[in-house]
T-cell receptor, first 114, second 110 residues
């Protein structure tokens, strides 16, 4: 059974650009959540999607947005990139037939903003 | 607002030692608590999940306990090995939101 897949794994952008990250959940999982990890702030919750609807949102500016498609794949977008957006972005999926609430994470997308 | 704290922030032990990692949370109205392992530059690997109605979970050399009333969880690692070196994170789920602790960086020396 394939795990959570995130693409791209690494990317470099410059200030002011925008970026889109993709997450494919484990087959059968309907919930996808996104997190930002930085050395200074640790792991912070961005948002969570379930059945194409955003259920929860963390305390991030409107430049951070996301969406979920009918096949449960999710994308997050960051517009007008700032240096402080450099981070490891992780997505996790949960749900499925035996929904215990256990989260399964992808390897992450490492974003560097120059 | 839920706050999760992990102590110690870093730990170095010789191979073979039994060790305990601590996690505390401020709001006891949690749905579950999960322990993860993270290797440098990698994603998170789920180790143990404890539902709010449970007191402990075990997997191999790992045992996690949960005391909701005191807002604490511990992760016990028996007979530590160099391959256990990683950052260990606990996270609590409450109201469909997940809050992480800052992690404990573990180094097991051969």
């Amino acid at each position: 059974k394939a795990g959570v897949t995130q693409t791209p794994r690494y990317l470099i952008k410059t200030r002011g650009q925008q970026v889109t990250l993709s997450c494919s959940p484990i087959s059968g999982h309907r919930s996808v959540s996104w997190y930002q990890q930085t050395p200074g702030q640790g792991l912070q919750f961005l948002f969570e999607y379930f059945s194409e609807t955003q259920r929860n949102k963390g305390n991030f500016p409107g430049r951070f947005s996301g969406r979920q498609f009918s096949n449960s794949r999710s994308e997050m977008n960051v517009s007008t990139l700032e240096l402080g957006d450099s981070a490891l972005y992780l997505c996790a999926s949960t749900g499925g037939r035996r929904n215990t609430g256990e989260l399964f994470f992808g390897e992450g997308s490492r974003l560097t903003v120059l | 607002k839920q706050e999760v704290t992990q102590i110690p922030a870093a730990l170095s032990v010789p191979e073979g030692e039994n060790l305990v990692l601590n996690c505390s949370f401020t709001d006891s109205a949690i749905y579950n608590l999960q322990w993860f392992r993270q290797d440098p530059g990698k994603g998170l690997t789920s180790l143990l999940l404890i539902q709010s109605s449970q007191r402990e979970q075990t997997s191999g050399r790992l045992n996690a306990s949960l005391d909701k009333s005191s807002g604490r969880s511990t992760l016990y690692i028996a007979a530590s090995q160099p391959g256990d070196s990683a950052t260990y994170l606990c996270a609590v789920t409450a109201g469909n939101m997940l809050t992480f602790g800052g992690g404990t960086r573990l180094m097991v020396k051969p």
